[in-house]
């Protein structure tokens, strides 16, 4: 998955770049547009994110034998990922190749406010994964099998999504710079502070805090449990018993210890969110170390 690109890829297109009323008199930024390591990076990241995501969603549309809740959530996180590459990377590409914004007033509000969705479908999604699980570990008992929850999570990331991204359309606005038309963003310095400190909140530092919250919990539930089955093992060798394989996994389910499956989509999903929280941290610093002249 490639979740740091939502970021990199929205928030860099709008940033500081019209401080005053003046704006219009400030130079492009040539290197900007025309920075070859930088291009040759955004087209690898690009293929990245198309190919990888593209292949998630392949297999598992292909693999019906393991249609399963985890699936659901990866198949989302898959497919807001790879929007991310086709709507912020390869539109950003043909914008630093052409320089000027050719799509005219209506595509830059439109597309802008896309590339925000996309930034928040892929964190939400990642949020809603994390609710599933927490749920699943905690509740393994009343753990509902229907899809209900499973579509009203995803349901409420991508709607949560979409309202978080109308300010975007109010904000982007096609201008000329230089004799050359942008799609551009125009703001005081106070204005920039409160966008990116709002943005900075609500793509970053809440879904984080929710996510190291499920996450916490669920070790310490797992933790927790793990201690009652271990009596059982040792009680079943010595009385030369079943082996626990079939003897203990039979209590543990009627106890509601978590089963090995379980705690296996635990680790998968939580590499995923440390890789989240590691590639977003940094830049969230920076952009707001930025913005406030630090």
């Known amino acids: 998955m490639e979740t740091i690109t939502v970021a990199e ?16 008199d400030v130079e492009i930024n040539s290197f900007f547009f025309y920075e070859t390591i930088q291009f040759t990076v955004l087209w690898i990241l690009f293929l990245s994110i198309v190919l990888g995501n593209g292949a998630v969603l392949i297999a598992l549309s292909f693999n019906k034998a393991r249609k399963n809740r985890m699936n659901f959530f990866i198949m989302h996180l898959a497919l807001a990922d790879l929007l991310v590459g086709l709507v912020s990377v ?6 630093r190749t052409t320089v000027t914004w050719s799509a005219g007033p209506i595509a830059c509000k439109v597309v802008k406010y896309l590339q925000v969705v996309v930034t928040y479908s892929s964190t939400y999604v990642l949020v809603a994964l994390s609710i599933d699980r927490y749920d699943a570990i ?13 579509r009203a999570l995803i349901g409420c990331a991508w709607i949560l999504s979409f309202v978080f991204a109308v300010p975007s359309v109010f904000i982007n606005e096609e201008a000329v710079i230089q004799g050359r038309t942008q799609c551009w963003i125009e703001m005081s310095p106070w204005q920039w502070k409160l966008y990116i400190s709002i943005v900075a909140t609500t793509v970053f530092v809440v879904p984080a805090i929710v996510i190291s919250g499920c996450y916490a919990i669920i070790v310490y539930t797992i933790w927790s449990k793990s201690k009652l089955l271990s009596p059982a093992k040792n009680n079943t060798l010595q009385r030369g018993a079943k082996k626990p394989e079939e003897h203990d996994i039979r209590r543990s389910s009627s106890r509601g210890i978590i089963p090995k499956a379980k705690i296996k989509t635990v680790k998968m999903t939580f590499v995923i969110v440390f890789v989240f929280i590691l590639c977003w941290s940094p830049y969230i610093v920076f952009d707001l170390l930025q913005v406030y002249g630090y």
């Open 138 to 150: 905690t509740h393994p008992m009343n753990f509902s099998s229907s899809w209900r929850r499973a």
């Open 90 to 95: 390869m539109i950003d590409m043909i914008w």
């Open 9 to 24: 890829e929205e928030l860099t297109t709008m940033k500081y770049v019209n401080a005053t009323p003046e704006s219009t």
